[in-house]
């Protein structure tokens, strides 16, 4: 599946651990992110990753661990 900046996507494999896309990435509990929350490609990475803003922050997440939202509802962005 082709990703692109600005897709809406939400977590069709749950993971592990979540890693911030921060200048020094931190690994945080995957509890942060629900699987029915809807997110924003905001970067796409080497490596088949993707840095996907959610509510509770950005995170890099492996591009085979999402699914794009069909519906694209903003109202899960605010």
């Known amino acids: 599946m082709d990703f692109s900046i600005g897709d809406k996507v939400f977590l069709a494999v749950p993971v592990p651990?979540?890693?911030?896309?921060?200048?020094?990435?931190?690994?945080?509990?995957?509890?942060?992110?629900?699987?029915?929350?809807?997110?924003?490609?905001?970067?796409?990475?080497?490596l088949n990753t993707a840095e996907v803003r959610f509510r509770r922050g950005t995170f890099l997440i492996p591009l085979n661990n999402l699914s794009k939202n069909v519906l694209n509802d903003d109202s899960d962005l605010s």
């Open 17 to 46: 651990y979540l890693k911030t896309a921060d200048t020094m990435p931190m690994l945080r509990p995957p509890d942060l992110v629900s699987q029915d929350e809807t997110g924003q490609i905001v970067g796409l990475n080497t």
